[in-house]
């Protein structure tokens, strides 16, 4: 994948107070009961809808995507938005 962030994933979870990490190993060795968190189950959200796209592109000959945008890094300049839509 070449979105920013390399296709990076990030966990979605009630269980944790803000700043608070989960170790990956803990995660994938079942060693968390997501049962009774939000989704009941582990969740994660990327940095780009491209990597559904990209799915669904092998399967059908056209796929166009728009959604919001946030950049990550400060960019509060007069030159670069931090939020739009492509």
């Known amino acids: 994948s070449d979105c920013e962030g390399a296709g990076e994933q990030f966990l979605i979870t009630t269980k944790l107070s803000p700043g608070e990490t989960l170790p990956d190993e803990a995660i994938k060795s079942g060693k968390i009961d997501f049962a009774?968190?939000?989704?009941?189950?582990?969740?994660?959200?990327?940095?780009?809808?491209?990597?559904?796209?990209?799915?669904?592109?092998?399967?059908?000959?056209?796929?166009?995507?728009?959604?919001?945008?946030?950049?990550?890094?400060?960019?509060?300049?007069?030159?670069?938005?931090?939020?739009?839509?492509?």
């Not at 092998?58 to 960019?75: K, M, Q």
């Open 36 to 86: 009774d968190d939000f989704f009941e189950k582990p969740a994660y959200l990327t940095v780009s809808g491209q990597l559904n796209a990209e799915m669904f592109a092998c399967a059908l000959s056209s796929v166009y995507t728009f959604g919001p945008t946030f950049r990550a890094e400060n960019s509060n300049t007069s030159r670069h938005l931090a939020e739009f839509w492509m």
